[in-house]
C-alpha cells in the first residue's frame, strides 16, 4: 500500500482500493459485499489484515512494548459514524476524507514520506552516476502542496502516533467509522476467539497484547464487535485458554447483532444512494459573477461527482506525472476540504497522459481512454487583451497559440503586421498549455473550469489536420 502511495499509483491494482471499505462503497463494487461478508464471518478481520492505518498504529504500539488492558467501548464511534453518513448524504465529504483510514494513509504517504523517498531515490541516482552506474532512474516529484494541508497532514500523523504509542489502535476504537461500521456485522460473527473455562488460569498475558483492548480476562469475554482477528491473544497464552472456532450463539448477541446488521446495511444503503444522486454543482452562480472556477481532474465528469465521491486519498496527486494536481483547502467549499484540483501555476495537463483517470479507487475520476481524454473539456481559456505582450508592448508573441494541442487559441491580424490570439470555446480543452507558457505577468490568458465537463468539438469530421504542437519545456521561453 505504500508503495502504492510512493511510485504507483497509476495503476489500481497496487494498492487494492477494490478492497478498501470506502471507496469500495462509494463504487458499490463487489470488495463492499466482500468486507461485509468478512465482518459477519470473521469479525472486524479487514482492520488486521487490510487497513493500513491500522497497521501503522499497531507497529508503533509494538516499538514502545508497552501492555495493554481491557477498555470498555467508546461510544463516541457511533456518533462519528452518524455523522460521517449524514455529512456525506448532506453532500459534505470533508468529515469521511479527514477519518477515513484508506484516505488518511494515503495523505500522509504522499505528503509526508514521498517526498522524501524520491528525494533519497534522486540521491543515491546522482552518488551512482558519478561512478559510472546508470541502473537508477531520477524520480520528478513535483506536487504542489499548500502549507495548510501539509502542516495539518504533519499534525494529525503526529498526534495519532502519539496516542497510538501509549494505546495500541485508539483511532481504531474511537474515531475510525470504517472500524465501527464494519462492527455493525460482526457482532456475532460464525468465527471468532472465545475463552476455554477449563483452560484459562487468568494471567492476564492475552489482555495485556491485544491492541483494542477488547479482551476482558476478569469476565472472560472477547468482545467481538471490536475484535480484528489478529490472534495475538493466542500466540501469547501459556495455557491454550482461548480458542479459534465456530462461535455459539447468545440471545442477547444475536438480538443486538441483527439490530446492528440491520443499522448497518441502512448505512451503506444511503452511502451509496448518495453517491448516485443528481450532481450538484460548486458555486452554481459563479459564472454570471466572473468568478474562476476550480478545475476537476479528466474524468470526474462534473464538480457534483467529485465532490461527493473525494475522499482526498491523493492517488491521483501520485499519479500525475506533471505534478499539477494539488490538494486544496477552500476551492470546493466546506463540503470538499483537502479534494485535489488542477494547478497550472508549475505546469499543464498533458495532451498525451490520462494516469489520474486510472487511479482514482471511489469514482471520482472515471477511467478514460487517451482518446476519450483528448476530446474531453474540463476547463475555458479566458483571454485578457489589456494584459497581453502584443498589446501591451507591441512586440509579437504567440506561445499560448503555439502550445494548444487543440488549436483552440489562434492568432488574429492585429495592428502593424502582428497578430493577438483569441479562443475559441468549442475547441478548448482546459488543459492549461496556454496559461503555462503566457510569458505575461499578470497572465494574459487563464483558465477556469467548467462545473459539467463537455467534449470539444471534432475537427476530423471537418476534413482538419491533426495539430503539431510544439513540445513544451520546463519553462516555455
Known amino acids: 500500500?505504500?508503495?502504492?502511495?510512493?511510485?504507483?499509483?497509476?495503476?489500481?491494482?497496487?494498492?487494492?482500493?477494490?478492497?478498501?471499505?470506502v471507496p469500495s462503497v462509494l463504487r458499490l463494487w463487489t470488495g463492499a459485499l466482500i468486507l461485509a461478508a468478512s465482518a459477519a464471518l470473521a469479525g472486524r478481520v479487514y482492520c488486521s489484515v487490510l487497513c493500513p492505518l491500522g497497521t501503522l498504529q499497531e507497529l508503533i504500539w509494538r516499538a514502545g512494548k508497552?501492555?495493554?488492558?481491557?477498555?470498555?467501548?467508546?461510544?463516541?464511534?457511533?456518533?462519528?459514524?452518524?455523522?460521517?453518513?449524514?455529512?456525506?448524504?448532506?453532500g459534505y465529504m470533508f468529515p469521511a476524507a479527514f477519518l477515513?483510514?484508506?484516505?488518511?494513509?494515503?495523505?500522509?504517504?504522499?505528503?509526508?514520506?514521498?517526498?522524501?523517498?524520491?528525494?533519497?531515490?534522486?540521491?543515491?541516482?546522482?552518488?551512482?552516476?558519478?561512478?559510472?552506474?546508470?541502473?537508477?532512474?531520477?524520480?520528478?516529484?513535483?506536487?504542489?502542496?499548500?502549507?495548510?494541508?501539509?502542516?495539518?497532514?504533519?499534525?494529525?500523523?503526529?498526534?495519532?502516533?502519539?496516542?497510538?504509542?501509549?494505546?495500541?489502535?485508539?483511532?481504531?476504537?474511537?474515531?475510525?467509522?470504517?472500524?465501527?461500521f464494519l462492527g455493525l456485522f460482526s457482532a456475532s460473527p460464525v468465527l471468532g476467539v472465545r475463552f476455554d473455562g477449563e483452560r484459562c488460569v487468568a494471567c492476564g498475558r492475552c489482555e495485556s497484547v491485544c491492541p483494542e483492548g477488547c479482551i476482558s480476562v476478569v469476565n472472560r469475554r472477547v468482545e467481538t464487535d471490536?475484535?480484528?482477528?489478529?490472534?495475538?491473544?493466542?500466540?501469547?497464552?501459556?495455557?491454550?485458554?482461548?480458542?479459534?472456532?465456530?462461535?455459539?450463539?447468545?440471545?442477547?448477541?444475536?438480538?443486538?447483532?441483527?439490530?446492528?446488521?440491520?443499522?448497518?446495511?441502512l448505512a451503506a444503503l444511503g452511502a451509496a444512494l448518495r453517491a448516485r444522486l443528481p450532481d450538484r454543482t460548486v458555486s452554481a452562480s459563479a459564472s454570471s459573477r466572473e468568478e474562476r472556477l476550480p478545475i476537476s481532474p479528466p474524468g470526474s465528469g462534473s464538480h457534483g461527482n467529485f465532490t461527493k465521491k473525494c475522499v482526498a486519498c491523493t492517488a491521483c496527486v501520485t499519479a500525475c506525472p506533471a505534478g499539477i494536481i494539488r490538494p486544496s483547502l477552500s476551492a470546493w467549499g466546506m463540503q470538499?476540504?483537502?479534494?485535489?484540483?488542477?494547478?497550472?501555476?508549475?505546469?499543464?495537463?498533458?495532451?498525451?497522459?490520462?494516469?489520474?483517470?486510472?487511479?482514482c479507487p471511489t469514482g471520482a475520476i472515471a477511467p478514460l481512454t487517451l482518446d476519450e481524454k483528448k476530446r474531453t473539456s474540463i476547463g475555458r481559456a479566458r483571454f485578457f487583451r489589456r494584459n497581453c505582450i502584443v498589446r501591451k508592448y507591441g512586440q509579437a508573441c504567440g506561445a499560448c497559440s503555439e502550445h494548444c494541442p487543440t488549436q483552440a487559441v489562434r492568432m488574429v491580424p492585429f495592428r502593424r503586421n502582428l497578430t493577438i490570439p483569441e479562443v475559441d470555446p468549442t475547441l478548448c480543452l482546459g488543459c492549461g498549455a496556454c496559461e503555462y507558457a503566457c510569458p505575461a505577468e499578470p497572465k494574459a490568458i487563464t483558465v477556469s473550469g467548467v462545473s459539467v465537463h463537455g467534449k470539444i468539438r471534432d475537427r476530423k469530421n471537418e476534413g482538419a489536420e491533426a495539430p503539431v504542437v510544439a513540445p513544451l519545456e520546463e519553462f516555455p521561453f
Open 1 to 21: 500500500m505504500t508503495l502504492f502511495f510512493l511510485f504507483f499509483a497509476g495503476g489500481r491494482e497496487g494498492g487494492l482500493p477494490w478492497l478498501q471499505a
Open 66 to 90: 508497552r501492555s495493554a488492558s481491557y477498555r470498555k467501548p467508546s461510544q463516541l464511534s457511533y456518533w462519528v459514524l452518524g455523522g460521517v453518513v449524514v455529512a456525506a448524504a448532506a
Open 100 to 180: 477515513d483510514p484508506y484516505a488518511a494513509f494515503g495523505r500522509g504517504v504522499t505528503h509526508l514520506l514521498r517526498p522524501l523517498a524520491i528525494g533519497g531515490n534522486n540521491m543515491i541516482a546522482t552518488f551512482l552516476e558519478e561512478r559510472g552506474v546508470y541502473g537508477l532512474l531520477h524520480r520528478a516529484g513535483r506536487s504542489p502542496l499548500l502549507p495548510g494541508v501539509l502542516w495539518g497532514t504533519a499534525l494529525f500523523f503526529a498526534l495519532l502516533g502519539f496516542w497510538s504509542f501509549f494505546r495500541g489502535r485508539p483511532f481504531c476504537d474511537a474515531l475510525c467509522p470504517v472500524g465501527t
Open 226 to 265: 471490536r475484535c480484528i482477528l489478529c490472534l495475538r491473544c493466542l500466540d501469547a497464552c501459556p495455557a491454550g485458554g482461548l480458542k479459534l472456532g465456530r462461535l455459539s450463539p447468545r440471545e442477547g448477541l444475536v438480538r443486538r447483532g441483527a439490530l446492528r446488521f440491520g443499522l448497518g446495511a
Open 336 to 359: 470538499g476540504i483537502f479534494q485535489p484540483e488542477l494547478d497550472y501555476s508549475k505546469g499543464y495537463c498533458q495532451f498525451e497522459c490520462a494516469a489520474c483517470s486510472s487511479a
